[in-house]
């Protein structure tokens, strides 16, 4: 019954590789949002589809892109991975003018 | 830039005191504002929100008041409890867009037995 899931919860790769993390809403909302939370807890957007479309596209290395098959689904594709992009990724997902609902986090660790 | 800020980043509380958590903030075009609560390892969690044309918002022992004057935010929580230890934190949106939620740096609330 978990309204944002998304996998993996762990992701641990070498600098260099290229990955994914999926996310998926049960919760019937229509914009899905990407956030980074740094190890200081600062938690900033990185991107938002509404309806599919790209809404908000922050000012995120163009090694980073979203793709979002269907309103319940973002999923996050990052290219070279590299030692900064080592942090805690959130999905999160909202109807309009209601607040936004977090997945649980992928925690990405660059060796 | 426009920016979200915590006055205090830990806040240490006795259990069953009351708990006040601020945040200002700096966007006066901001019109909608939220509390979370993170847990560790766990994503953050709707605890109540605000709009701009409410100064004050009650909730299950929670309150929220907004003082747009002083582009002021506090969350009160009545009677803390051990569970609610977490760090908690301030979002902003508005000016146009609901959907870009601006946070602040976040408060470590730590409640005492």
């Known amino acids: 019954d978990t309204a944002v899931s998304q996998t993996p919860k762990y992701l641990v790769t070498q600098m260099g590789n290229d990955k994914s993390i999926k996310c998926e809403q049960n919760?019937?909302?229509?914009?899905m949002y990407w956030y980074k939370q740094d190890s200081k807890k600062f938690l900033k957007i990185m991107f938002s589809y509404n309806n599919k479309e790209l809404i908000i596209n922050e000012t995120v290395p163009n090694r980073f892109s979203p793709k979002s098959p269907d309103k319940a689904h973002l999923n996050l594709h990052i290219n070279s991975l590299e030692l900064g992009d080592s942090a805690v990724y959130f999905c999160a997902s909202s109807l309009s003018n209601q607040p936004q609902h977090f997945g649980d986090g992928t925690r990405l660790s660059i060796l | 830039g426009e920016s979200v800020g915590l006055h205090l980043p830990t806040l240490s509380v006795q259990e069953g005191d009351n708990s006040i958590i601020n945040c200002a903030y700096s966007?006066?075009?901001?019109?909608?504002f939220i509390w979370y609560k993170q847990e560790s390892g766990k994503g953050p969690q709707f605890i109540i929100d605000i709009r701009s044309n409410m100064d004050k918002r009650q909730g299950q022992r929670v309150t929220v008041l907004l003082n747009k004057t002083v582009k002021h935010l506090s969350l009160q929580i009545a009677a803390t409890q051990p569970g609610v230890s977490a760090v908690y934190f301030c979002?902003?949106?508005?000016?146009?867009?609901?959907?870009?939620?601006?946070f602040g740096k976040g408060t470590l609330l730590t409640v005492n037995p």
């Open positions: 966007n006066s075009a901001s019109d909608y």
């Open positions: 979002a902003e949106t508005g000016g146009g867009s609901n959907y870009k939620l601006t």
């Open positions: 919760l019937g909302h229509d914009t």
